[in-house]
Structures are given as structure tokens and as C-alpha cells.
């Protein structure tokens, strides 16, 4: 599944998060899938699209980096499958 991960870096400090991945990496357990990401101008915001079948991957991952990020993390699917699904309901 895809899930659209939106991070609000803690006080706004896009500097200690960038520290973090470039000392430790990305930190991402194996099975959950790092697609793209996007940060906001103001670096107060990224949206990262990921993907995994076990949600529990994104509870050890939002575990080591909470002191620097809140998480919200969003079950997405891509328009053109939803687009299909609702074809016959239209």
C-alpha cells in the first residue's frame, strides 16, 4: 500500500532534521519504502509518499525520529486506480 507520510519538523527546525538524516540515515526498516519526497519553502513541512504492506514499520520509524518530527501518516491510492474503481459507478 502507498501512504502519504506528512512530517511538521518540531519548532519549525528543518536544520535538525536534516542533521539527523545526514548523520543516521533515513533510518528505514526493511519492507518500508521510501518513494519521493517534498519539503515546503519555508522547511516546516514534508510530504514523503512511502510504501509497505506492514503499517507496524512505520511505528519503529516514527519511533526514532519523533523527538525531531510529528508524524501524520495517510493511506493513499493513486488517482487513475481510484478513477477505475468508480468507472462502473459513475
Given at each position: ?40 519553502a ?8 512511502m510504501?509497505?504492506?506492514?503499517i ?10 519523533q ?15 481510484t478513477?477505475e ?6
Amino acid at each position: 500500500m502507498l501512504f502519504m507520510v506528512i512530517e511538521t519538523f518540531r519548532n519549525q527546525n528543518g536544520k535538525a532534521v536534516y542533521r539527523k538524516l545526514r548523520d543516521a540515515g533515513r533510518g528505514l526498516p526493511d519492507g518500508l519504502k521510501f518513494v519521493s519526497s517534498y519539503v515546503t519553502a519555508d522547511l516546516g513541512r514534508c510530504f514523503q509518499l512511502m510504501e509497505t504492506d506492514d503499517i507496524t514499520l512505520f511505528q519503529q520509524w516514527i519511533a526514532d525520529w519523533q523527538e525531531v518530527v510529528e508524524f501524520e501518516v495517510v493511506p493513499v491510492v493513486e488517482g487513475k486506480t481510484t478513477r477505475e474503481a468508480l468507472t462502473p459507478l459513475l
